[in-house]
């Protein structure tokens, strides 16, 4: 029995120490700044304007940011919005100084994204109490990221039992995302989409290898087993609540139009859209891959006997067709070099 909560907490370690980074172009504010935190025992880095900063971020990332709104060029808040669209530094705190009276400064952060802010003349003790809290929740995001982190290279290496199937998470992933921008999906279900590529499968590690790999049918009890690894999957990734839009996708994505897939018997529109997804993508990537039980078939051979089981209630059509208009606008993208190397 797969514990994942316990793996987690012996994989992920406790953060001890942080790194913060102070943005100010006035030497002696940054300097006194610097020692403040210093007393609290941060790594401490410091930046004389935005440019500096963003190298510095870029060369390694801090846990903190404290950053003067009033600075030549780039100020504070450009500096603070600019991290926070994009994706890399986004969940970096940031505090804003400002002066007592700058509120418009202060309403153009939120709109920016600051976590927080700070007066000047800064408050030791604020400054203390605010970065610590902030710092926290840093570590908890970074944990999670951690934890998920274990288990994308758990799912990695039950994909790694079988050769038959090595790529098939990674273009997963990439289907399934560029099938949901087909569609018009927003960001967070292309997000998950993206995840679920990936992560899919990961029940798979409670079935033995004999049936995995096994090349001829199944016996009924084996086909039992393997029915399970949805459920599995679902278990294995529900402790992290950044996973939760994915946790549907993970148990849904072998049901069938016609209500004849499993784990639970869904049929049409109550199969959840992100698993109906990964459905296509997933049975399209199993027929242009060796598998043991059959050779690699190309684009060509997959499209007919996709929109042929379609007829049969496999799959949503509609979902379908937009998948395949897509792959005939891309040849490129066809499965040419997806066979097993001899």
């Not at 950044?242 to 018997?265: A, C, F, K, M, S």
């Not at 043991?292 to 929109?307: D, G, I, T």
Request: charged content about 25%.
């Amino acid at each position: 029995m797969v514990r994942i909560p316990e793996l987690l907490s012996e994989l992920v370690p406790a953060r001890r120490d942080f790194h913060v980074l102070v943005v100010d172009d006035d030497e002696v504010s940054l300097l006194l700044t610097r020692e403040m935190l210093g007393l609290k025992g941060y790594n401490v880095e410091g930046a004389v304007n935005a440019e500096q900063a963003i190298e510095k971020i870029a060369a390694d990332a801090p846990d903190l940011i404290l950053s003067d709104v009033i600075m030549p060029g780039i100020d504070g808040i450009e500096l603070c919005r600019k991290l926070k669209d994009d994706a890399a530094t986004r969940l970096i705190p940031i505090i804003l100084i400002t002066g007592l009276g700058e509120r418009d400064a202060r309403l153009r952060g939120i709109e920016a994204g600051a976590d927080d802010f700070l007066h000047k003349p800064i408050d030791p003790q604020e400054l203390f109490a605010r970065g610590a809290s902030l710092l926290k929740l840093k570590q908890f995001t970074d944990e999670l990221e951690n934890a998920e982190s274990v288990l994308y290279a758990l799912a990695v290496g039950v994909e790694a039992r079988d050769p038959y199937t090595h790529g098939h998470c990674a273009r997963l992933s990439t289907y399934a995302a560029n099938l949901g921008m087909e569609m018009g999906l927003a960001e967070p279900d292309i997000i998950a989409l993206r995840r679920a590529g990936v992560l899919h499968d990961i029940g798979k590690i409670s079935v033995p290898d004999a049936i995995l790999r096994k090349p001829g049918p199944l016996t009924a009890e084996e086909a039992a087993i393997l029915h399970r690894h949805p459920v599995t999957g679902e278990q294995i990734c529900r402790p992290l609540r950044t996973l939760q839009r994915v946790l549907p996708i993970i148990r849904h994505h072998h049901e069938h139009w016609n209500g004849r897939g499993y784990p639970d018997g869904l049929a049409g529109e109550a199969i959840p859209l992100l698993a109906r997804i990964l459905q296509v993508v997933d049975a399209y990537d199993a027929l242009t891959t060796d598998r043991p039980y059959k050779p690699a078939w190309s684009h060509q051979e997959a499209r007919q006997v996709l929109l042929s089981e379609a007829k049969q209630q496999w799959w949503d059509q509609a979902i379908l067709r937009v998948f395949l208009d897509q792959l005939d606008r891309q040849p490129e993208n066809w499965p040419s070099s997806r066979r097993r190397a001899s």
